[in-house]
Structures are given as C-alpha cells and as structure tokens.
C-alpha cells in the first residue's frame, strides 16, 4: 500500500474527522450567487510563475468579500498545468473562514487522494460536451470521464463531500466547432445521476450569445432544478452580461466569475479571461440583485497579485 493509498484509506475509515472545511453560518440570503474562480481558472494559464504565498493572499483576500464559493486550486498532474503545482501548499496555506466552501478541481483518484490529505471537502469534476475536447483536455472520451467519476465519487459519498460537475465548451468547442443544445441534457443527467450537487455548464472559449443561452437553456432546465444550475461566461466582444440577463430571465442564480478577469485555458487554444467578478458584480448590484460580496474587497484581493501579473497594473487598486 502506498502513502497515498494509506492516507486516503485512513480519512474514509474516519469519517468524523473534519475534512469540509466548512461550517454552515447565518447569512442574509443573496438574490445571487457568485462562484470565484479566479485562484484556480483565472491563473492556470498564466506562463510566470506565482509564488504560493501570494496565491494564498488572494484566496485569503478573496475570502474576505463575502463570497461563499471560491475556487480555490486544482489537484491535476504538475507536468501539465505547472501553475498550480502547490495545489496543496495552497490549501493547507489559506485560512478558511466558516460559511466559505473552497472547491477545488480533481480530475481522477490521483487528484482526489491528492485532495484528501489536504484536508479538502469540496471538488470539482470535468467533463466536456465534446468527444474532441474531452480528448484534448484530458485525455480520453466522454464516457471515459465518467469512469474516472466513478471512484471518486464513491469515495466523495462516503464522506458526505460536496460536487460540483463542469461541462466544459457547452456553447462551442475548439477543436469540434457548433454544439447542439441537445447533447447538453444527457451529461447534465449523467452527472446528477453520479450524485454532482451542482452543474456548470462553461463557455470555456468565450462563444455564447444570448441566442445560443437560451436554446442550452431551454433544452437543459426541464432536467434540472434552477438552483443546482450554474453558469460559466467570458467576457468576448461583450456578450457576457446579456447572456447573464437571459440566464436571470430564466431563473438562473449561480454565476462564475474571476477577480481581475483572469483566465484562460491550456487546452482551448484562443480561449479568453472569464468575466471579470467586478464587472459582474457592477452590473448585479446596479440590478438592485443582492450578492453579499464587497465589490472594494475584491479590487483589494486584485492586488496581492499585481506585483506577478503586469497587466493588472491596469486595474486600479
């Protein structure tokens, strides 16, 4: 038996010990809810290395705008995704205010026992609309995602963890072009049916209009409850607050966003920054939609960044 499998083995045998990280607390209910995911998909891309301590200050300063969700790192192999290579130096670095879940991406058993002896409690999962992509991103097909769900997912029901399902380039692939909203629905249930709390389906290259929204929309909600459906948008030529609006028009309440507008991805060529959680939050709160975060708290966190990523320097502090 390895370490890994040792010190995997000995969380599931000891399900009381805390490994959550996160404890329900009194709030005023939000109208909307905003997922950071800034630590994780914001920075994946970025080709200067970060140093730890500043990607726990973000996370740290992130923690304290009232966010409930932050996306905090990702347990992938090292080699390909060098930028978040201290995913657990990360984890076991920030400090984790109650009433904050800090998810982080596992994209196999690898990654989860990764997850676990860093005392995670919220994951993440990826799937993709796509065979092509699925193929590109993380090497295998669809279904074969779901594969690698499976194990993971046993070990995540066991410890009462919570999941969250991505369903990547659900408005438009890279490598395949046009997705059919059509083929959004049976990932959606497939990933409900693993026991995925939550799905998000992500416009990982920045393709969606308000057209393309509503008929994914449309095809997708008589699957799933409005509150477990959340979605993921990019900022490209200027779509992504109408898209937002045909998302709220539709009962839609969870959105992503990225501090800064940090973003991109290694395996979406040309794929932009996600919508920047200022911009949305701008927007939201100029709806009179409440969302419990602190727009100046979030330009602060923008700062424990600046000093590593130039273009920040135009944002103001």
């Given at each position: 038996?390895?370490?890994?499998d040792?010190?995997?083995?000995?969380?599931?045998?000891?399900?009381?010990?805390?490994l959550?990280?996160?404890?329900?607390?009194?709030?005023?209910?939000?109208?909307?809810?905003?997922?950071?995911?800034?630590?994780?998909?914001?920075?994946?891309?970025e080709?200067?290395?970060?140093?730890?301590?500043?990607?726990?200050?973000?996370?740290?300063?992130?923690?304290?705008a009232?966010?409930?969700?932050?996306?905090?790192?990702?347990?992938?192999?090292?080699?390909?995704?060098?930028?978040?290579?201290?995913?657990?130096?990360?984890?076991?670095?920030?400090?984790?205010?109650?009433?904050?879940?800090?998810?982080?991406?596992?994209?196999?058993?690898?990654?989860?026992?990764?997850?676990?002896?860093?005392?995670v409690?919220?994951?993440?999962?990826?799937?993709?609309a796509?065979?092509?992509?699925?193929?590109?991103?993380?090497?295998?097909?669809?279904?074969?995602?779901?594969?690698?769900?499976?194990r993971?997912?046993?070990?995540?029901?066991?410890?009462?963890?919570?999941?969250?399902?991505?369903?990547?380039?659900?408005?438009?692939?890279?490598?395949?072009?046009?997705v059919?909203?059509s083929?959004i629905?049976?990932?959606?249930?497939?990933?409900?049916?693993?026991g995925?709390?939550?799905?998000?389906?992500?416009?990982t290259?920045?393709?969606?209009?308000?057209?393309?929204?509503?008929?994914?929309?449309?095809?997708?909600?008589?699957?799933?409850?409005?509150?477990?459906?959340?979605?993921?948008?990019?900022?490209?030529?200027?779509?992504?607050?109408?898209?937002i609006?045909?998302?709220?028009?539709?009962?839609?309440?969870?959105?992503?966003?990225?501090?800064?507008?940090?973003?991109?991805?290694?395996?979406?060529?040309?794929?932009?920054?996600?919508?920047?959680?200022?911009?949305?939050?701008?927007?939201?709160?100029?709806?009179g939609?409440?969302?419990?975060?602190?727009?100046?708290?979030?330009?602060?966190?923008?700062g424990a960044?600046?000093?590593f990523?130039p273009r920040?320097?135009?944002?103001?502090?």
């Open positions: 038996m390895s370490r890994h040792h010190g995997l083995n000995e969380a599931v045998e000891n399900p009381s010990r805390d959550n990280g996160f404890v329900p607390i009194a709030r005023q209910e939000n109208d909307v809810t905003i997922v950071e995911v800034g630590p994780r998909d914001g920075l994946q891309n080709a200067i290395p970060i140093p730890t301590v500043a990607k726990i200050a973000f996370v740290d300063a992130l923690s304290s009232g966010l409930t969700v932050i996306e905090a790192t990702s347990f992938v192999n090292p080699a390909a995704v060098p930028q978040l290579a201290d995913a657990d130096e990360v984890m076991r670095g920030i400090n984790r205010l109650p009433g904050i879940r800090y998810l982080v991406l596992v994209p196999n058993y690898r990654g989860l026992e990764r997850a676990l002896l860093a005392n409690g919220a994951l993440a999962l990826f799937t993709a796509t065979e092509e992509f699925a193929a590109a991103n993380v090497g295998t097909t669809i279904s074969g995602t779901f594969d690698r769900f499976e993971v997912m046993d070990v995540a029901r066991q410890r009462g963890m919570w999941v969250r399902g991505y369903v990547s380039v659900a408005f438009g692939c890279p490598y395949a072009g046009s059919s909203a083929s629905p049976p990932i959606v249930e497939r990933l409900l049916a693993l995925c709390d939550e799905i998000c389906l992500a416009d290259i920045g393709k969606a209009s308000p057209t393309e929204v509503t008929d994914v929309l449309t095809a997708v909600l008589p699957s799933i409850a409005r509150d477990r459906i959340a979605l993921h948008f990019h900022d490209t030529a200027g779509m992504a607050l109408s898209n609006e045909v998302a709220l028009n539709r009962g839609v309440r969870i959105f992503d966003s990225a501090a800064g507008g940090l973003g991109g991805c290694p395996f979406a060529p040309g794929a932009p920054g996600n919508l920047s959680t200022e911009l949305l939050l701008a927007h939201l709160h100029g709806l939609l409440r969302t419990g975060v602190d727009e100046d708290r979030i330009a602060s966190a923008v960044l600046r000093p990523i920040l320097a135009q944002i103001a502090s």
